[in-house]
């Protein structure tokens, strides 16, 4: 009796002169180094990026907010159930990482956030482009190091919402683009989770899940035909995230919350950024003249590609290929113009707006001019537009520098080099090849530290909330080891300080401080006993949210075995010398951020004993006998 051994056997035939089995081939020393290198480069881009500007400055307004909800979390807590969030927390839940990171808190969490810029920077670069991250040469690595310093610009090195709706809307984007351009399952569906882990993260990144379905179904170069099954393994992978953090949510008995707290903001479509730009043209001069000027370019450059395209005559196609270089060599001056003279600071509103609209026009010229439109484009133009969504920061300034890369690629897709309009058909020589080699890597590296400076230079004067770097002369370890590595201002040490001191002086089993301070819960350990770590004004969406404070208010003054903060000063301020007292009297007006001022009423709930601690005003209540 014989064995057939077909061609799909994985045992060879014992029959002499039999093929052996193929093995897979070594990868060599250069695939090794490559790939090293392509390993390294982000990891060591986001570890200087974290020492030099990310461990500066701390705001207490703000950061930390994301540990302070995944504090919660690790504590048992379900959103929306437990406690209130006028959006979906997937960010807290996949920063709940952050607290295993050996070393301190803060400073693990500010690393994290600064790479995320990176990478994010890098699956852009890589869905525009179409070249493998591992595929980057000197100049790739320059430019797209620069778009991610330049997409850091002022904002803290803080891990945020809007910054990992970002960070997971580009990854999945990109992993989805290459798999089905591969072919590969496991990479589109790896890429559909993460489109879908993106809108857990924000409202305002619900149209990811729609751009990857239109890529799912549309996508131009998709090399396999869909199945039924594979359709239905496709959108199990995009809806997983979703309906997991949904099943959560309804399982810890937040059914009827969680509706009522994501629906109840108010709505918004990107207002600034799509009717406020002739009001920001007109204030803004300089930024009027340089989007009039590109836009000229932009339409000269389109009519060039079109003549070239479809010329009449073979002199006519001849000259329009000379001009094309000519044409996109000033298109890309106008545009890093407009990105040289931004002053990267928080809350600049007008250059980010400019280089989305840039992006748009190069897009429509290129595709007036060539008749088709470059897949990744449109959709980091869409990531822009998303970005925008927000209440607190409605400009795409955490993405300008992808913006303006793109822009670049788009300009340039497809131009005529130099070389080819001169010798097209004379191979290079190993002399012209080494040449070419060295003046793309000086390219990058000019790029890489003209832009390092120029961001070490904007931190030197601003940052995010805190002051300039050489007068952030106190480190945080002192107060908390949690905050070691950050260092910051000596008006904002004494406010923290203050806040651990008071926490010292009366124990008690729940402690919370208000309106801001979120960071405080994770660093030194507190449970906060209301449903808000923030009562901020942006965060306190629906009257609901007031319902809920001044209920717990109620029952804490029924339990005891609480302390609560309440702040009498504006946090933005606190690095302003003289501005935080060493002390205030017990009958000083709380701060309010609320405009039904929630932070009086819940004070006046508690009648606990009040006391005055630095520049908080406490009520504090040992355990009530029961």
Not at 282 to 292: D, I, K, M, V, Y
Not at 301 to 319: E, I, K, P, Y
Not at 514 to 532: C, R, S, T
Request: with cysteine; net charge positive.
């Amino acid at each position: 009796m014989t064995v057939d051994h077909g061609p799909g056997s994985l045992t060879a035939p014992s029959a002499a002169g039999a093929a052996p089995l193929r093995r897979r081939p070594r990868p060599s020393r250069r695939d090794v180094l490559r790939i090293g290198f392509a390993v390294a480069w982000p990891l060591a881009l986001a570890t200087w990026l974290t020492y030099a500007v990310g461990r500066y400055g701390f705001g207490a307004m703000d950061q930390g907010f994301t540990q302070a909800l995944s504090w919660r979390i690790l504590d048992g807590q379900v959103p929306h159930a437990d406690f209130f969030s006028p959006r979906p927390l997937g960010s807290a839940v996949f920063h709940i990482v952050d607290f295993a990171l050996p070393g301190p808190l803060m400073l693990g969490q500010a690393w994290i956030a600064v790479l995320q810029f990176v990478v994010s920077a890098i699956a852009l670069t890589v869905l525009v482009t179409g070249r493998p991250w591992t595929r980057f040469g000197p100049l790739l690595v320059g430019l797209t190091s620069a778009a991610a310093m330049v997409n850091l610009h002022m904002w803290p090195a803080m891990t945020w919402h809007t910054t990992d709706g970002i960070f997971f809307a580009s990854l999945g984007w990109c992993l989805l683009d290459r798999g089905l351009r591969r072919g590969s399952a496991a990479a589109s569906r790896w890429g559909l989770f993460l489109s879908g882990y993106a809108v857990t993260c924000k409202q305002s990144f619900a149209p990811v899940a729609l751009v990857a379905l239109t890529l799912l179904f549309l996508h131009p170069r998709r090399r396999d035909r869909p199945t039924r099954r594979g359709t239905a393994r496709d959108l199990a992978a995009l809806a997983a995230a979703p309906a997991a953090y949904l099943a959560w949510v309804v399982a810890g008995g937040g059914t009827a919350e969680l509706p009522d707290q994501l629906l109840g903001a108010d709505s918004v479509w990107g207002e600034r950024l799509l009717t406020l730009m002739p009001e920001m043209l007109r204030t803004e001069p300089r930024q009027a003249w340089l989007l009039g000027a590109y836009l000229a370019v932009l339409a000269t450059l389109a009519a060039v590609r079109n003549a070239a395209a479809r010329g009449r005559s073979d002199r006519m196609r001849r000259a329009a290929r000379w001009a094309d270089p000519a044409a996109c060599l000033a298109a890309t001056a106008l545009l890093a113009a407009e990105i040289a003279q931004a002053r990267l600071v928080f809350a600049e509103i007008a250059y980010s707006c400019v280089l989305w609209w840039m992006l748009a026009a190069a897009i429509a010229a290129d595709a007036w001019g060539r008749r088709r439109i470059r897949t990744g484009a449109p959709l980091v133009l869409a990531l822009g537009w998303m970005v925008s969504l927000s209440y607190g920061y409605d400009v795409p300034a955490l993405l300008a520098g992808s913006l303006g890369l793109t822009t670049a690629f788009v300009l340039w897709r497809g131009a005529p080099t130099p070389a080819s309009l001169l010798a097209p058909a004379v191979a290079p020589d190993r002399r012209a090849r080494l040449l070419r080699a060295t003046a793309l890597t000086a390219a990058g590296a000019a790029v890489l530290v003209l832009t390092a400076g120029r961001l070490t230079a904007v931190r030197d004067t601003h940052t995010y909330i805190d002051g300039g770097r050489p007068e952030l002369t106190w480190d945080l370890g002192s107060v908390s080891a949690e905050m070691r590595g950050i260092r910051t201002s000596p008006g904002t040490h004494r406010y923290l300080a203050q806040i651990r001191d008071c926490v010292r002086a009366r124990p008690a089993g729940r402690i919370a401080v208000l309106p801001d301070n979120a960071f405080a819960y994770a660093v030194f350990g507190l449970h906060n006993p209301f449903p808000l770590d923030w009562t901020y004004s942006m965060e306190v969406t629906n009257p609901e949210a007031e319902k809920l404070m001044l209920k717990r208010a109620k029952e804490l003054d029924r339990e005891g075995d609480y302390l609560v903060l309440f702040q009498t000063l504006d946090t933005r301020f606190a690095a302003q010398p003289g501005y935080v007292p060493r002390s205030v009297p017990p009958d000083q007006p709380v701060r309010h951020w609320t405009k039904r001022n929630i932070e009086a009423k819940v004070k006046r709930e508690l009648h606990g004993e009040t006391f005055a601690c630095g520049s908080f005003v406490a009520v504090w209540a040992p355990p009530k006998a029961r």
